[in-house]
């Protein structure tokens, strides 16, 4: 069965640090990979995806996410975190072409000042 | 460009009532999608349609049915409305089914 987790439901930074959200996928074939973030009260919103080419993926706000095949991870991280970085964060998957995605169930992050 | 809207943005329901959430989006996107949101639950399909003509069932489209207009609207309906879809509701599109996913704002939805 295909699945994607997200390993840790809170996650806390302090302003400045270097962050990463983890996920974790289970799918067959090449996988596609998304990460989304939602602010309270508002939509999911895309931020970066890998479907092929360089693990280093680079994203809106200064997000970036790196694939991992053998460890079938995709992390997002940033080198500095912001106070306004704090959100809910989705990793989803999609296994198939025409197939829709599986969303994990979220990551919040909360950044310190 | 307003992207994907939803409407209302708030409702109350009493047990066994109707409604209809709507959804449209400007962007020419042949997918659309229903999700619902709770608490430690993360986002759960309800139900999906790849293309005009199209629907199918997600992982809980048990209480909702669906009706898409046309490439443009997608709308969500629950015939008798239950204590347990009491959540936040999205709806999202995208070019093709499996893409990224465009979303709109959500409908906070709580049934006495």
């Known amino acids: 069965a295909q699945s994607v987790a997200q390993p840790e439901d809170q996650v806390n930074v302090a302003e400045g640090n270097p962050l990463t959200v983890k996920c974790t996928y289970s799918?067959?074939?090449?996988?596609?990979l998304f990460w989304y973030v939602q602010y309270p009260n508002r939509g999911l919103q895309f931020l970066l995806k890998?479907?092929?080419?360089?693990?280093l993926v680079k994203g809106s706000y200064g997000f970036e996410a790196e694939f991992n095949k053998s460890q079938t991870s995709f992390h997002l991280k940033k080198p500095s975190a912001l106070v306004s970085d704090s959100a809910l964060y989705f990793c989803?998957?999609?296994?198939?072409?025409?197939?829709?995605?599986?969303f994990g169930k979220g990551t919040t992050l909360s950044v310190s000042s | 460009n307003a992207g994907v809207t939803q409407t209302p943005k708030f409702q109350v329901l009493k047990t066994g009532q109707s409604m209809t959430l709507q959804c449209a989006q400007d962007?020419?996107?042949?997918?659309m999608y229903w999700y619902r949101q709770d608490p430690g639950m993360g986002l759960r399909l309800i139900y999906y349609?790849?293309?005009?003509?199209?629907?199918d069932k997600g992982e809980v489209p048990n209480g909702y049915n669906v009706s898409r207009l046309n490439k443009r609207e997608f709308s969500l309906r629950l015939e008798s409305a239950a204590p347990s879809q009491t959540s936040v509701y999205f709806c999202?599109?995208?070019?093709?089914?499996?893409?990224?996913?465009?979303f709109g704002p959500g409908t906070r939805l709580t049934v006495l």
């Open positions: 799918v067959s074939g090449n996988p596609y």
């Open positions: 989803a998957v999609r296994a198939q072409a025409g197939t829709a995605l599986i």
């Open positions: 999202a599109s995208s070019v093709e089914r499996g893409n990224e996913q465009f």
């Open positions: 890998y479907i092929t080419g360089d693990n």
């Open positions: 349609s790849a293309s005009e003509g199209t629907t």
């Open positions: 962007m020419n996107h042949n997918s």
